[in-house]
């Protein structure tokens, strides 16, 4: 059941980084880590993978839990760290690390809101520490995070882009709407101007250039083919009369 509003709470927890951790077996290996995080282990959060660190990775990942206050009073309430090792087929526990949230924070409510910072060793899967890890946290006012009030814990880099989503597909929707508007402009535009165009070529289809010359050209042709017909025929003429004179002075 979500937490109510008025006493919700989040901390946050930044792991930082690690020193001192154990080398790996195969000197041809290098040694890359992340880290996971987790208050209840229903609700996993794992930093980027450290590609340089080696044996002193940093990773400064933030975290975001949603917390009651009874969990920031409590004595016993802890957080949970596991370093991991990447792995060609499977990723290798380094180490782990519990801390109580009172050994970290401040006891006075406003002195929780500022960050606080820690070193805590790291224990091997054999019992033995090894190496230290850093820590930071404070306690940050609830209602300044609404993808809490669904889920109880997003990490800081998730939450981020979470919102560049968010902000690209408003973005997008303006864009669509803005294209919208504009096609719509134009078709009335179009629309205005063909109608313009109709009127203009009904009122003016006598008088057009096109149809004139095709007229003319027309007119041409019937001319230069009854010119034609004329000649033929005076000329058929001609001959019949020269015709008849020889006939004659024979």
Same mark, same amino acid.
């Given at each position: 059941?979500?937490?109510?509003?008025?006493t919700q709470r989040v901390l946050e927890i930044n792991?930082?980084?690690?020193?001192?951790?154990?080398?790996?077996?195969? =000197?041809?290996?290098?040694?890359?880590?992340?880290?996971?995080?987790?208050?209840?282990?229903?609700?996993?959060?794992?930093?980027?993978?450290?590609?340089? &660190?080696?044996?002193?990775?940093?990773? @400064?990942?933030?975290?975001?839990?949603?917390?009651? =206050? $009874?969990?920031?009073?409590? *004595?016993?309430?802890?957080?949970?760290?596991?370093? !991991?090792?990447? +792995?060609?087929?499977?990723?290798?526990?380094? +180490?782990?690390?519990?801390?109580?949230? /009172?050994?970290?924070? /401040?006891?006075? =409510?406003?002195?929780?809101?500022?960050?606080?910072?820690?070193?805590?060793?790291?224990?091997?899967?054999? &019992?033995?520490? !090894?190496?230290?890890? @850093?820590?930071?946290?404070?306690?940050?006012? +609830?209602?300044?995070?609404?993808?809490?009030?669904?889920?109880?814990?997003?990490? !800081?880099?998730?939450?981020? &882009?979470?919102?560049?989503?968010?902000?690209?597909?408003?973005?997008?929707? $303006?864009? /669509?709407?803005?294209? $919208?508007?504009?096609?719509?402009?134009? *078709?009335?535009?179009?629309?205005?101007?063909?109608? *313009?165009?109709?009127? $203009?070529?009904?009122?003016?289809?006598s008088s057009s250039p096109r149809t004139t010359a095709?007229?003319?050209? @027309?007119?041409?042709?019937?001319?230069? &083919? @009854?010119?034609?017909?004329?000649?033929?025929?005076?000329?058929?003429?001609?001959?019949l009369v020269a015709q008849r004179s020889v006939s004659?002075?024979?």
């Amino acid at each position: 059941m979500p937490t109510p509003a008025k006493t919700q709470r989040v901390l946050e927890i930044n792991l930082i980084s690690a020193q001192g951790l154990k080398s790996p077996s195969s =000197p041809r290996r290098s040694l890359q880590t992340y880290a996971v995080t987790w208050i209840d282990s229903s609700t996993k959060l794992r930093t980027r993978v450290d590609k340089v &660190g080696g044996q002193n990775p940093t990773w @400064n990942d933030k975290f975001l839990f949603r917390v009651t =206050p $009874e969990f920031l009073a409590s *004595e016993t309430s802890g957080i949970c760290v596991s370093i !991991y090792a990447v +792995g060609t087929f499977c990723d290798h526990l380094v +180490g782990t690390v519990r801390f109580l949230v /009172s050994n970290i924070l /401040s006891s006075e =409510p406003d002195d929780a809101r500022t960050p606080c910072f820690s070193a805590f060793q790291i224990r091997r899967s054999s &019992g033995r520490f !090894y190496g230290v890890m @850093n820590i930071g946290a404070m306690v940050i006012d +609830g209602s300044g995070f609404p993808a809490l009030e669904k889920i109880s814990a997003i990490g !800081y880099r998730d939450l981020m &882009g979470e919102k560049i989503q968010q902000r690209r597909k408003k973005r997008a929707q $303006e864009k /669509s709407k803005e294209e $919208e508007g504009w096609s719509e402009s134009c *078709e009335n535009s179009c629309t205005d101007s063909m109608e *313009e165009g109709e009127g $203009e070529s009904s009122t003016s289809s006598s008088s057009s250039p096109r149809t004139t010359a095709l007229k003319d050209w @027309n007119g041409v042709r019937e001319l230069a &083919g @009854n010119k034609r017909l004329t000649l033929t025929a005076s000329g058929f003429l001609c001959c019949l009369v020269a015709q008849r004179s020889v006939s004659m002075e024979r």
